[in-house]
């Protein structure tokens, strides 16, 4: 079934037999941020009406906070929007954001997933992780590497939480980031982008440089 039809993170873990646990894996990194992206955020916070629907919040509160990070690995991977992800009838959908290798065939070709984000709409947080979970968990078959971590996020557009999913363990990040204190936020984001480019081999190191205290 799609993944919009999984309600509750407990009918995840039971279907596909995946434990949960919970501790702090982010960390959070040093990222420039600049002052037109500052200001511009304000703006449409300020000015426009950044929460009036599902879209709205997804177009002007959680993909210009995903494009201002993927700038830096815009070479190694592709950032999508609503991208179908399919594995079998039973896992297949749309995730709101899939950030996925990048192709050598080209920019239009989809390649393995590393992470999923998925909108917390209205709010829930509860039917956003059962969605991400399992699409966590299609994008793990797809892969056909069940050691590969794949990380997920769900958010609201002002709250932000983290996961990642390695072999049957899944692991949520228990503290969550905010939009308020866009600087810590931020460097989780990037922190999740760089873990991405570790398990792509582009990296040796196990953390990045310039973790804030």
């Given at each position: 079934?799609?993944?919009?039809?999984?309600?509750?993170?407990?009918?995840?873990?039971?279907?596909?037999?995946?434990?949960?646990?919970?501790?702090?894996?982010?960390?959070?990194?040093?990222?420039?941020?600049?002052?037109?992206?500052?200001?511009?955020?304000?703006?449409?916070?300020?000015?426009?009406?950044?929460?009036?629907?599902?879209?709205?919040?997804?177009?002007?509160?959680?993909?210009?906070?995903?494009?201002?990070?993927?700038?830096?690995?815009?070479?190694?991977?592709?950032l999508w929007s609503h991208k179908s992800?399919?594995?079998?009838?039973?896992?297949?959908?749309?995730?709101?954001?899939?950030?996925?290798?990048?192709?050598?065939?080209?920019?239009?070709?989809?390649?393995?997933?590393?992470?999923?984000?998925?909108?917390?709409?209205?709010?829930?947080?509860?039917?956003?992780?059962?969605?991400?979970?399992?699409?966590?968990?299609?994008?793990?078959?797809?892969?056909?590497?069940?050691?590969?971590?794949?990380?997920?996020?769900?958010?609201?557009?002002?709250?932000?939480?983290?996961?990642?999913?390695?072999?049957?363990?899944?692991?949520?990040?228990?503290?969550?980031?905010?939009?308020?204190?866009?600087?810590?936020?931020?460097?989780?984001?990037?922190?999740?982008?760089?873990?991405?480019?570790?398990?792509?081999?582009?990296?040796?190191?196990?953390?990045?440089?310039?973790?804030?205290?």
């Amino acid at each position: 079934m799609a993944f919009s039809n999984y309600k509750t993170v407990d009918a995840v873990l039971k279907e596909f037999q995946i434990t949960y646990t919970e501790s702090n894996f982010v960390i959070e990194t040093d990222f420039s941020i600049s002052d037109y992206f500052r200001e511009d955020l304000e703006f449409i916070r300020e000015e426009g009406a950044p929460e009036c629907s599902e879209y709205a919040i997804c177009e002007n509160l959680i993909y210009p906070l995903l494009k201002e990070v993927w700038k830096k690995y815009y070479s190694k991977f592709m950032l999508w929007s609503h991208k179908s992800l399919n594995y079998d009838e039973k896992l297949s959908g749309f995730p709101e954001y899939i950030l996925s290798k990048r192709s050598l065939l080209g920019k239009i070709v989809f390649d393995q997933p590393y992470f999923m984000l998925v909108e917390a709409k209205q709010d829930n947080f509860e039917v956003g992780w059962a969605q991400c979970l399992v699409e966590m968990f299609a994008a793990q078959k797809l892969n056909e590497n069940p050691d590969q971590e794949i990380f997920g996020i769900t958010s609201n557009g002002s709250v932000w939480q983290f996961g990642k999913l390695k072999g049957s363990l899944f692991t949520k990040n228990k503290k969550y980031y905010l939009l308020d204190d866009l600087n810590k936020l931020l460097g989780a984001i990037n922190y999740i982008f760089f873990q991405c480019e570790v398990l792509l081999g582009g990296e040796e190191r196990s953390e990045p440089e310039n973790a804030m205290c």
